[in-house]
């Protein structure tokens, strides 16, 4: 890793802090450095690699957009800074829980579905491996929600072909395969 994703991951685990995956014994940053791993297979870009060390940050921890932007144009120049930003705000649920309380899941799901299918193809690759990662252990740990949160990428994917299309067809596999190892009784939207 570059020097300059070496201080993004820092900042990032700092960031999540003492967070650590659901369905793993392991601290959270191992999944955004999973996520920047896959989309390396296929770009060198400074700002889709430390966006994808980045997506969660947003969502899940006290950073705000102003303290990000900050950081990263103290790390890279002010357009690389930019692009990393942009990124990760499209990757950031807007449709979330505390947001839109009196909604069910499959409204809240289909909006952010809906904003995420207008966002760029960078934002969807990073979003591929997001995928691609999460879907690995679900299947095997919770498949009741398993059921669920599959047939919510199954959907969200068919809107967000834009991407990279090795990742693309990655992450649709992945996605089918973790499906069939789901019960039948658990898949349901």
Not at 76 to 86: I, P, R, S, V, W
Not at 125 to 152: M, S, W
Not at 161 to 183: C, K, N, W
Request: charged share 35%.
């Amino acid at each position: 890793m570059d020097s300059i994703l070496e201080q993004v991951r820092e900042f990032a685990d700092k960031a999540h802090g003492t967070q650590v995956r659901k369905y793993a014994s392991e601290r959270y940053i191992a999944h955004p450095v999973r996520v920047m791993e896959m989309c390396r297979r296929y770009t060198s870009s400074l700002p889709i690699l430390a966006a994808a060390l980045l997506h969660d940050v947003l969502e899940d921890t006290g950073v705000d957009q102003k303290a990000l932007h900050g950081f990263l144009r103290s790390t890279m120049n002010d357009e690389d800074a930019k692009q990393t930003l942009n990124l990760v705000v499209e990757l950031t649920d807007v449709y979330v829980k505390s947001a839109y309380p009196r909604w069910n899941r499959r409204k809240r799901k289909t909006k952010e579905a809906e904003r995420i299918s207008k966002t760029s193809p960078d934002s969807q690759t990073i979003k591929y491996a997001d995928i691609i990662d999460n879907c690995r252990e679900i299947a095997e740990h919770d498949p009741d929600f398993a059921g669920v949160f599959l047939l919510e990428c199954k959907m969200l994917l068919r809107k967000i072909p834009e991407g990279q299309p090795e990742l693309y067809r990655e992450a649709t596999d992945t996605v089918e395969l973790s499906l069939r190892q789901v019960p039948r009784k658990f898949r349901r939207a």
